[in-house]
């Protein structure tokens, strides 16, 4: 179950003295360093200034360049970013009632998007009364990983990130979707682990009624599983060569599983998906088996 932890303490830190701390703590792909950090988010959490001091600096001093390496859309604010982890405060807002408005705010804020995650992420309430999260669970092990495949999941809770209140979800494990506050706009804080899961994992889009995957997502490495998807259209005896080493030989098993499939569209289906049946990850090996069927 993803972990919920109450905030009792009226104690607050700064901004800097968070990063400090964090900075002590979180290592890369270490998934418990950064349940180590729910004190120091706690604390933040209490401070009702910083993100609006960070916002005047910003918007005084760098205008021009606000945000300029944030790839999320306008709904997160990148406050911190290093090789282990990054800090970003999340905005959830009420739905209008205009209904084209509140169209594009389902679609914007991906109200209602069952989905799972491939990072650890810590968050924490911070203004208004929060938006609505329902939580599921699967085991990532045991699914392939293909379109409409039918999974288990099990419903775990539904809850509120109200302020003072801290969530963890676990990668690849936590199926969750927000849903709108209902009286007032509200912000999260969110502490997000880097690890080598943000390109391994797939993360899922889910059918929670059939039970099913509905669609891939690549999230924010989406660019450079891009970089390979591309290599479809514009190739050379080079390029296929480049593939076919990292179909075999690259440590990340999201990798080869995509250069296996660019692969397929170019060379013999059946010969390319032979190779991804010796492949030493089990999750490959299955997806390699499920393609050949596609084709028998």
Same mark, same amino acid.
């Given at each position: 179950?993803?972990?919920?932890?109450?905030?009792?303490?009226?104690?607050?830190?700064?901004?800097?003295?968070?990063?400090?701390?964090?900075?002590?703590?979180?290592?890369?792909?270490?998934?418990?360093?950064?349940?180590?950090?729910?004190?120091?988010?706690?604390?933040?959490?209490?401070?009702?200034?910083?993100?609006?001091?960070?916002?005047?600096?910003?918007?005084?001093?760098?205008?021009?360049?606000?945000?300029?390496?944030?790839?999320?859309?306008?709904?997160?604010?990148?406050?911190?970013?290093?090789?282990?982890?990054?800090?970003?405060?999340?905005?959830?807002?009420?739905?209008?009632?205009?209904?084209?408005?509140?169209?594009?705010?389902?679609?914007?804020?991906?109200?209602?998007?069952?989905?799972?995650?491939?990072?650890?992420?810590?968050?924490?309430?911070?203004?208004?009364?929060?938006?609505?999260?329902?939580?599921?669970?699967?085991?990532?092990?045991?699914?392939?990983?293909?379109?409409?495949?039918?999974?288990?999941?099990?419903?775990?809770?539904?809850?509120?990130?109200?302020?003072?209140?801290?969530?963890?979800?676990?990668?690849?494990?936590?199926?969750?979707?927000?849903?709108?506050?209902?009286?007032?706009?509200?912000?999260?804080?969110?502490?997000?682990?880097?690890? *080598? !899961?943000?390109? &391994? /994992?797939?993360?899922?889009?889910?059918?929670?009624? @059939?039970?099913?995957? +509905?669609?891939?997502?690549?999230?924010?490495?989406?660019?450079?599983?891009?970089?390979?998807?591309?290599?479809?259209?514009?190739?050379?005896?080079?390029?296929?060569?480049?593939?076919?080493?990292?179909?075999?030989?690259?440590?990340?098993?999201?990798?080869?599983?995509?250069?296996?499939?660019?692969?397929?569209?170019?060379?013999?289906?059946?010969?390319?998906?032979?190779?991804? *049946? !010796?492949?030493? &990850? /089990?999750?490959?090996?299955?997806?390699?088996?499920? @393609?050949?069927?596609? +084709?028998?």
């Amino acid at each position: 179950m993803a972990y919920t932890f109450v905030n009792n303490n009226d104690a607050s830190i700064s901004f800097n003295e968070f990063i400090e701390s964090l900075n002590k703590i979180i290592k890369f792909g270490k998934e418990e360093s950064i349940l180590d950090c729910v004190k120091y988010l706690a604390l933040l959490a209490n401070n009702d200034n910083f993100f609006l001091d960070f916002l005047n600096m910003e918007l005084t001093n760098n205008i021009l360049n606000f945000q300029s390496t944030n790839t999320y859309s306008e709904q997160s604010f990148i406050l911190y970013d290093c090789d282990d982890y990054y800090v970003r405060m999340t905005f959830w807002p009420v739905l209008s009632n205009n209904v084209s408005v509140r169209n594009s705010q389902n679609q914007l804020f991906s109200y209602g998007l069952v989905h799972d995650h491939n990072f650890s992420l810590l968050t924490a309430g911070y203004k208004g009364d929060g938006y609505t999260t329902k939580i599921w669970e699967y085991d990532y092990d045991k699914v392939i990983g293909i379109q409409n495949e039918e999974i288990d999941i099990t419903f775990l809770e539904e809850t509120i990130l109200t302020k003072g209140k801290i969530m963890y979800y676990r990668p690849s494990k936590d199926i969750h979707a927000q849903f709108p506050p209902i009286k007032e706009d509200s912000l999260a804080i969110n502490i997000i682990l880097k690890s *080598l !899961k943000q390109f &391994d /994992n797939r993360q899922y889009k889910f059918d929670i009624n @059939r039970s099913r995957i +509905k669609k891939i997502l690549y999230g924010s490495a989406a660019s450079k599983f891009g970089l390979i998807q591309i290599a479809k259209y514009s190739h050379n005896l080079k390029t296929i060569d480049i593939l076919h080493s990292l179909a075999t030989n690259c440590g990340i098993t999201q990798v080869r599983k995509e250069s296996l499939e660019v692969l397929a569209a170019i060379e013999d289906y059946n010969d390319v998906w032979e190779i991804g *049946l !010796k492949d030493k &990850d /089990n999750s490959v090996i299955e997806y390699s088996k499920s @393609r050949l069927l596609e +084709k028998s």
